[in-house]
């Protein structure tokens, strides 16, 4: 079997509690795109861990894999497994693969990102300045470090030469010392090629032989660069057709896309926010939800939810399961809202426009139902779900046309209800 974990909004939906959960009964669990820019959290019990780069079974003690679609810090990777190192958690060859043919983020990079975010003056777009856009640039531009190359010194050499000859109008009042970073480079490459492998024949093997592998999606399906709120966006396709690309695994029968939904909304960064709210209720989610970027600490904007996006990433993805998170953080509220239409100009739209110029003029149309106004924190059974919470969950099923079949409570692996018990029959 195979699942595919993906966000529907603009991330941070709880996509790594949800990976956490699954990877009990994976073999592989793989990242497929991003980079560090991702900030995954996952509590288990008294402890929490935050994941950027590594997928997040690797709590779970499950073979992990990185596939080729991510952008790879080195440096970023090797600060994740030094602090996993400290709770306990070991990684080596035995449990962590690396496409051979990934490329690089390499302080030129975060350098540029830093950089052009200035130069966009006030459009600017608040990336996580992990250097991620400019890594893309290269890799696309046919100019980027993969992996593979470290272990040739003097082609390293000269692709960095060539690199930041190629970026040298731009950083060339910056103190980058080149000579360092290739030698630091150099000291790292036999421990980063013990991680490189073909992985993209590894996944292949390990689907013919139907092994349980769960793809780890990073960022949501409204910051992908071709289907997002453009150019509000990362980078990379985020949406669920990266998997082939971005690892290399062919398409099979038995596989589950999981879209990953908070129970209302919410973003890091500029762009549209069509459902965004400025008075108290969205101080309150906020403060509720614990809304604080994992990655850059920013405080996150909230709003209702919204169906008209949600529908939208359904059909991008090809989702198959809604895992409806963050239901807790509603608890208190005595109405909640749901946007079932934008109205831009007096015309209706049932799905978010393209054109940049029509963002800022979305009306959302709202449908109001009543909350439950009691606690869910820690419900893992559907049947002790209050009523009304129950009525949210049925509502959103009818607008988004699929079904829940998951429904999280709470940050902890156990705060997690299989709403009919048969997602994880494998
Ligand atoms: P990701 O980027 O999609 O993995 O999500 P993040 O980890 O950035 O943000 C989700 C946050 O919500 C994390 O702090 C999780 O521990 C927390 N979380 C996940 N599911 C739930 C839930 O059902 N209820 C509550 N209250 N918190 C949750
Ligand atoms: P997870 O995996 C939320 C946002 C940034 C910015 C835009 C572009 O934790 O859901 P980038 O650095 O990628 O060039 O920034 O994308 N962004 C995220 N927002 N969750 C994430 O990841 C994000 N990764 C990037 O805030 O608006
Ligand atoms: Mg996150």
Redesign the pocket.
């Known amino acids: 079997m195979f699942y595919t974990i993906v ?1 529907t909004q ?3 939906e709880g ?1 790594g509690k949800i990976v956490d959960w699954i990877s009990s009964k994976a073999d592989l669990i793989v990242r497929y795109q ?1 980079g560090n ?4 959290t996952i509590k288990v019990e008294d402890k929490v861990y935050k994941l950027n780069l590594l997928p997040s079974g690797i709590i779970n003690n499950k073979k992990c894999a990185i596939g080729n679609g991510v952008v790879l810090d080195p440096w970023a990777l090797i600060n994740e497994i030094d602090n996993l190192k400290k709770y306990g958690i070991n990684i080596g060859n035995d449990n962590l693969y690396i496409a051979d043919n990934i490329c690089l983020i390499l302080p030129v990079h975060k350098l540029l990102d830093e950089l052009n975010e200035k130069e966009r003056g006030i459009n600017t ?6 250097g ?2 400019p890594a893309y640039e290269d890799k696309v531009g046919r100019r980027a470090i993969r992996i593979c190359d470290l272990k040739y010194p003097s082609l390293l050499k000269q692709k960095i030469d060539n690199l930041h000859n190629y970026h040298r109008e731009k950083i060339s009042n910056y103190n980058l010392s080149l000579n360092d970073y290739y030698k630091d480079l150099l000291s790292m490459a036999d421990y980063l090629n013990s991680f490189s492998v073909p992985l993209w024949k590894i996944i292949n093997e390990m689907g013919k032989n139907n092994d349980t592998i769960v793809f780890e999606g ?3 399906s409204m ?1 992908d660069i071709d289907f997002g709120t453009y150019p ?4 990379s396709n985020t949406i669920s057709g990266q998997v082939f690309s971005g690892t290399g695994f062919s398409y099979r029968n038995n596989h589950k896309i999981l879209g990953i939904t908070k129970a209302y909304t919410t973003r ?4 549209p926010f069509p459902t965004e709210l400025h008075d108290n209720i969205g101080i309150y989610l906020g403060e509720k939800g614990q809304e604080f970027g ?1 990655v850059t600490k920013r405080k996150r904007r909230c709003g209702w939810f919204d169906a008209i996006l949600l529908r939208q990433s359904i059909m991008l993805n090809g989702i198959t399961d809604i895992v409806l998170t963050k239901l807790d953080v509603l608890d208190e509220l005595s109405e909640i809202k749901i946007c079932v239409g934008y109205e831009i100009d007096g015309k209706k739209y049932d799905y978010l426009p393209n054109e940049e110029f029509l963002y800022d003029k979305i009306q959302p149309i709202y449908k109001s139902i009543n909350g439950w106004q009691t606690t869910t924190a820690g419900i893992n059974k559907f049947r002790d779900l209050p009523e009304k919470a129950i009525n949210y969950i049925r509502i959103l099923e009818e607008l988004l046309e699929i079904k829940i079949s998951i429904v999280s409570t709470g940050p902890d692996r156990k705060e997690t209800i299989d709403v009919n018990g048969t997602l994880l029959n494998i």
């Open positions: 966000g603009w991330g941070d996509k991003g820019n991702a900030g995954h777009l608040g990336t996580t300045k992990k991620i856009g990073a960022q949501g910051l509000y966006v990362t980078s890091v960064g500029s762009g994992t």
